[in-house]
């Protein structure tokens, strides 16, 4: 029989509906659907040699010598790094100027490489980045807050090959994330303890939605997981802020990153994905009733008129059956 | 420069990047990408003449003789329309068994017909079988709320061609709809007005966001339109919920929906697109500060790692000119 779950930290519910349940293996990519992007790309403005087509750079890594990771504005922005922050509310409509940050982070120089296959050395730069662009953007004035995400392949909303994140700086707060918080907050004064910690002391006992683990983190399907292989990886230690994250932190996610996209690669055969990096406005640092965390969501259904229209999903397959092929499918080719 | 727009109903936010501005026709569906397919399709569950290959009808119409629109159960159910409703609070895990009903609406018996293209009275008669089987599928004791939808082509979530429509009556009440009414709650209390009503006279006195007006009901993009040529159709009479729609109402919803779906049509060739009806749970009926709506989402954007991360949307087209190209667009071939 289905069943409905509740995530109790996001308050989401999910249609766990294994009537129409597939096999883990059923969701990987057709054979037909693979393609393999050349190593370089004359037109690709992320290809080395191209650096005159994007903005100017506003940081890399080595600092110098040819470039590993390079993080350039982005050229289509979506918010205007120039204008200046103005509110106005003019009877019922609510606008803000379009002032932000939009930059791309690209993540390798190599065209053909794809994310899951960079070196555990080369994620840890990665990462760095991410933490230091978070570091950067949350520090302009009008940023309220910032998402830093990835979109791998075409159902996940990118049209460019070259391995590259982006992070978007905004000027205001989400209210999914301000909802998200005051929950956090209710459960916090109610319990005496973070919401997010008390999942996690949940899922290390049950370990039957736990796909990997690492010193500082652990990568398991929620219990109402959104969709087959929707993934959090949680730092282990409460630590509310992405923005506190420590070197030493960063440097381990990377390794257990590389591990979960790798069985994710190699399981279901290079499907396509978001990352994003959930983590509280910018101004929230040191909570001890939030908790940062980052989602991995490979994109193999698709969000229809149910789930637009409802808010809630409808899972096609049982999140401890999927946790148990993503612990089993192997972090290496065959 | 780009401009960030609040929906005062949704609360949401969405960027109007204008810097990516595409023309409207831009995002009409490639020649290569379309598909005409055939009248009749011997394997198709919802083909004359193979009834037999779904579950017993609950519906028909008419009620002998060759039939034009037919409700099924969904042979492929999301929920158990024979369970038990049960509720487990176990820890901080929460589980509702999978009670519920999810039936298929078969808009016409012609497998190559597309919707828009419906003649007026068969569009009146979808419309009247969504009323109907809303009242039948709430009345059930175990249903919360209902989520009425249609999904039309593979990127709004669909693999089957005949046109069809679908509703899924839960056993619980999604948060997103609790947090919209109580939202619409304290509006109405601290300006005594429905919030609907208040932006719906704005719109009217604005004009520049509306695609077509029929008698009882107004097609318009909201000022927060969340991706390019997303649109509400609202009853212009105060009306909390679809339940409380009548038969003149459906009539001439019909007729403006039909324009609507036609515009898209010939103005966009066709693209894939989502139908929700928005309306309050079901034991809401006859409440002063809430206003349901029918939402038509065109599907000619991805959903990525931004949207999934922050919640907010990137919409590359600003609402006024997308509105006034579908205005302009026509309702029939050239």
């Known amino acids: 029989m289905p069943e409905i779950r509740q995530n109790i930290i996001t308050r989401e519910w999910v249609i ?32 080395p040699g191209n650096e005159n087509q994007t903005p100017p750079e506003v940081y890399r890594q080595p600092s110098s010598g040819p470039w590993q990771v390079r993080v350039v504005p982005n050229k289509f922005a979506a918010l205007d790094s120039s204008a200046e922050l103005s509110r106005n509310i003019h009877g ?160 381990d996610l990377a390794g257990l990153l590389r591990t979960v996209l790798r069985k994710v690669y190699f399981g279901l055969a290079n499907p396509d994905y978001n990352i994003t990096v959930r983590t509280p406005p910018s101004e929230a640092r040191g909570l001890r009733y939030y908790h940062w965390y980052l989602s991995v969501i490979p994109r193999v259904t698709r969000v229809a008129g149910f789930e637009i229209g409802s808010g809630m999903f409808i899972n096609p397959s049982l999140p401890e059956t999927s946790a148990a092929f993503l612990r089993g499918a192997p972090a290496g080719p065959a």
């Open 16 to 47: 766990i509906a294994t009537e129409r349940a597939k096999r883990p293996e059923d969701f990987a990519r057709a054979a037909a659907d693979r393609v393999s992007p050349p190593r370089y790309v004359p037109t690709c403005p992320f290809c």
């Open 92 to 251: 019922l409509k609510r606008t803000i100027s379009g002032a932000g940050i939009h930059e791309v982070i690209v993540e390798t120089p190599e065209h053909d490489r794809v994310t899951a296959l960079l070196s555990e050395a080369e994620m840890a730069h990665v990462l760095e980045t991410y933490h230091r662009r978070y570091l950067a953007v949350t520090s302009d004035p009008r940023v309220a807050h910032a998402t830093l995400f990835k979109n791998h392949g075409v159902r996940a909303g990118t049209s460019l090959e070259h391995p590259h994140s982006q992070i978007v700086g905004t000027p205001i707060i989400p209210p999914g994330v301000r909802d998200r918080m005051e929950h956090a907050l209710r459960f916090y004064d109610e319990n005496g303890e973070c919401i997010h910690c008390a999942v996690l002391a949940d899922e290390l006992r049950d370990r039957e939605r736990i796909v990997a683990q690492s010193r500082d983190f652990v990568a398991f399907l929620p219990y109402a997981a959104l969709t087959p292989f929707h993934m959090w990886i949680t730092p282990l230690r409460h630590t509310a802020s992405f923005a506190e994250a420590t070197p030493e932190q960063l440097a």
